[in-house]
């Protein structure tokens, strides 16, 4: 089993920036990717951005450029530097793992709220 506990979501203004933090715990040797994904109000749950162990990324169209997905291996954490942010942003933010080969995250966070004011 896999514990995942994100932290750092807020209200914040248009234009500002939040970092959100997942803190990994248990059985996280076979874990090789970590990603955030989001859903806002109305709409199906999207991937954000996913990092990989050796720190290979990829993001959704909607936020490159404006967010970052970093990885402390050493603190079991991943972060989620968000610039820039937009209204449309507004969503909660889930952390995940994926096992090697998954294709799907195998374990979620509880998910961390994120607002976006205009």
């Known amino acids: 089993q896999v514990q995942l506990v994100e932290s750092g979501g807020g209200l914040v203004q248009a234009g500002g920036s939040l970092r959100l933090s997942c803190v990994a715990s248990?059985?996280?040797?076979?874990?090789?990717?970590m990603a955030w994904y989001r859903r806002a109000p109305g709409k199906q749950r999207e991937l954000v951005a996913r990092?990989?162990?050796?720190?290979?990324?990829n993001y959704a169209d909607s936020v490159k450029g404006r967010f970052t997905i970093s990885r402390d291996n050493a603190k079991n954490t991943v972060y989620l530097q968000m610039n820039s942010l937009k209204p449309e942003d507004t969503a909660v933010y889930y952390c995940?793992?994926?096992?090697?080969?998954?294709?799907?995250?195998?374990?979620w966070g509880q998910g961390t709220q994120v607002t976006v004011s205009s």
């Open positions: 248990g059985s996280i040797f076979s874990i090789n990717r």
């Open positions: 990092i990989t162990t050796g720190g290979s990324t």
């Open positions: 995940s793992a994926y096992y090697s080969g998954s294709s799907y995250p195998d374990y």
